[in-house]
C-alpha cells in the first residue's frame, strides 16, 4: 500500500510540475480599439528607436480623439515582432502589430520616427522595407522625422519629392541618396502626401502641421496648447512643394 500510495504521489507532483511550466516564450498580442471612421495611424518601430520622434507625433495625433466635430486618428505601434521593442534611450513598448504576421487594419497615416540604425543595418531589412512600400500604395500621408527619412528614401518612395533629414546628416543623406532633391536649414518639408522633418523636439512642429492640414489651424492651436506649445505655422522654418 505505501509503494502504491508513493508512486500516485510522485504522478501527482510531476504532473502539477508540468503544468507550472510555461514552454511559450511568445508575446500575447495586445487588445487594442480601433473605433471605425477615424484615421489609423502606425508608427513604426523597431530597438533603438528614439523616445521624442516617436512621443512627439504620437502625443499630437493621439490627442485628436479629445477634440469635437473632426475625424480623430486611432494611433498604435506596428512592429516586425509582438516582443518588448526597447527605444534607444531604455523604454520598453508593446508593438499592437507584428506586420510580418498578423492582418493590419488599413493605414492612413504611417509614421517613421528615427531609429539608432537608420542610416546603416535597418536599412538592409528587405521585409521592413517592403512593409513601407506596400503602406505607401494606399496611405494618405507618409512622414518620418529625423533619420526616419532614410528609411522612407531606401524604400524609393521620394525619387520624384523634396525631403529633409536631421541636419548633422544631411550630408551623408545627400551621399546616400544622391538623386534625391534634399533641403537643410528647414524643419520640415511637405511635398505631396509626403512630410519629412529634422526630427528631435521638432517633430511636434511636423506632427502640428499635419494636423492644420487636417483638421485647420483652430484645431491645431489647441492641440498645441494642450501640451504647452507655441504654434503658428508661419514663424516654422519650413518648404510646402505642391
Request: net charge negative; charged share 20%; aromatic share 10%.
Amino acid at each position: 500500500m505505501n509503494k502504491i500510495y508513493l508512486l500516485f504521489l510522485i504522478c501527482l507532483l510531476a504532473c502539477q510540475s508540468t503544468k507550472s511550466i510555461d514552454t511559450s516564450n511568445t508575446i500575447p498580442k495586445r487588445t487594442i480599439d480601433l473605433p471605425a471612421n477615424r484615421y489609423n495611424v502606425a508608427f513604426l518601430i523597431m530597438d533603438g528607436v528614439y523616445n521624442t520622434e516617436l512621443t512627439a507625433p504620437y502625443d499630437i495625433f493621439q490627442h485628436t480623439i479629445f477634440r469635437k466635430n473632426i475625424k480623430a486618428m486611432n494611433t498604435f505601434l506596428v512592429a516586425n515582432t509582438l516582443e518588448p521593442i526597447t527605444t534607444f534611450e531604455g523604454i520598453r513598448l508593446l508593438p499592437d502589430f507584428n506586420y510580418l504576421s498578423d492582418d493590419l487594419p488599413k493605414i492612413d497615416i504611417l509614421v517613421v520616427p528615427s531609429a539608432e540604425h537608420h542610416l546603416d543595418t535597418d536599412l538592409e531589412d528587405e521585409q521592413m522595407i517592403d512593409f513601407v512600400k506596400r503602406v505607401n500604395q494606399d496611405a494618405l500621408y507618409i512622414t518620418s522625422h529625423c533619420d526616419g527619412a532614410f528609411v522612407l528614401a531606401k524604400a524609393g518612395i521620394l525619387d520624384q519629392s523634396v525631403s529633409t533629414t536631421f541636419p548633422s546628416d544631411i550630408g551623408k543623406y545627400k551621399e546616400m541618396f544622391p538623386y534625391l532633391d534634399v533641403r537643410s536649414d528647414v524643419l520640415f518639408v511637405h511635398d505631396g502626401k509626403y512630410i519629412t522633418s529634422a526630427g528631435g523636439a521638432k517633430s511636434f512642429e511636423a506632427a502640428l502641421y499635419l494636423a492644420e492640414v487636417l483638421y485647420g489651424k483652430e484645431i491645431a492651436k489647441s492641440l498645441a496648447g494642450g501640451l504647452v506649445i507655441d504654434w503658428t505655422v508661419e514663424e516654422v522654418p519650413h518648404v510646402v512643394i505642391k
